[in-house]
T-cell receptor, first 115, second 109 residues
Framework: SQTIHQWPATLVQPVGSPLSLECTVE??????LYWYRQAAGRGLQLLFY??????ISSEVPQNLSASRPQDRQFILSSKKLLLSDSGFYLC??????????????FGDGTRLSIL | SQQGEEDPQALSIQEGENATMNCSYK?????LQWYRQNSGRGLVHLIL?????REKHSGRLRVTLDTSKKSSSLLITASRAADTASYFC?????????FGKGTRLSVIA
């Protein structure tokens, strides 16, 4: 069966520090991968998605970036965090099919607090 | 934007009652999906309804879709305390899922 892992579960970082959040998927090949941010009490905002190694689509311009160095690894990064980067970050995957019609499967998220 | 908007924002019911949540969206879709999120956790997919379907059932869940009104509803029958969570609709068109802000459901034992 397929599993998705996100870490760390919680993170407290000072303003201006770098960020690296990692997400890995097991049990499937060439999944579609997604990064979302959820502000407190709000819906999910899609940040990045990837349909293959080295391919990244950005939905929202900001000081975050994403990379997919391996088939089942998705990394969210920042060189200098802002206060507004605080939130709950979720990684998700969906089966490797053309289009985005398939259900997505989510990790347990990383709660990021910027001080 | 094809973002879904759930209504109501919050709903509180007694155990055993039915819970109905609504979702409206703005553009044409391929399908609409409902997800559940327990506090502090990731989302869990509940049910998917395609644009050519009008109703779908899964256990205690019933989803309807009216593409002429661009709306969907999620009915949870015989609710339980464990159903307490936030529920999100998400629409799929030519871009990845677009989520609404969710309905917070509280089921009181």
């Amino acid at each position: 069966s397929q599993t998705i892992h996100q870490w760390p579960a919680t993170l407290v970082q000072p303003v201006g520090s770098p960020l690296s959040l990692e997400c890995t998927v097991e049990g499937t090949s060439n999944p579609n991968l997604y990064w979302y941010r959820q502000a407190a009490g709000r819906g999910l905002q899609l940040l990045f998605y990837s349909v293959g190694i080295g391919q990244i689509s950005s939905e929202v311009p900001q000081n975050l970036s994403a990379s997919r160095p391996q088939d089942r690894q998705f990394i969210l990064s920042s060189k200098k965090l802002l206060l507004s980067d605080s939130g709950f970050y979720l990684c998700a995957w969906s089966p490797p099919r053309q289009g985005f019609d398939q259900p997505q499967h989510f990790g347990d998220g990383t709660r990021l607090s910027i001080l | 934007s094809q973002q879904g908007e759930e209504d109501p924002q919050a709903l509180s019911i007694q155990e055993g009652e039915n819970a109905t949540m609504n979702c409206s969206y703005k553009t044409s879709i391929n399908n609409l999906q409902w997800y559940r999120q327990n506090s502090g956790r990731g989302l869990v997919h509940l049910i998917l309804i395609r644009s050519n379907e009008r109703e779908k059932h899964s256990g205690r869940l019933r989803v309807t879709l009216d593409t002429s009104k661009k709306s969907s509803s999620l009915l949870i029958t015989a609710s339980r305390a464990a159903d307490t969570a936030s529920y999100f609709c998400a629409t799929v068109g030519n871009t990845p899922l677009v989520f609404g802000k969710g309905t917070r459901l509280s089921v009181i034992a």
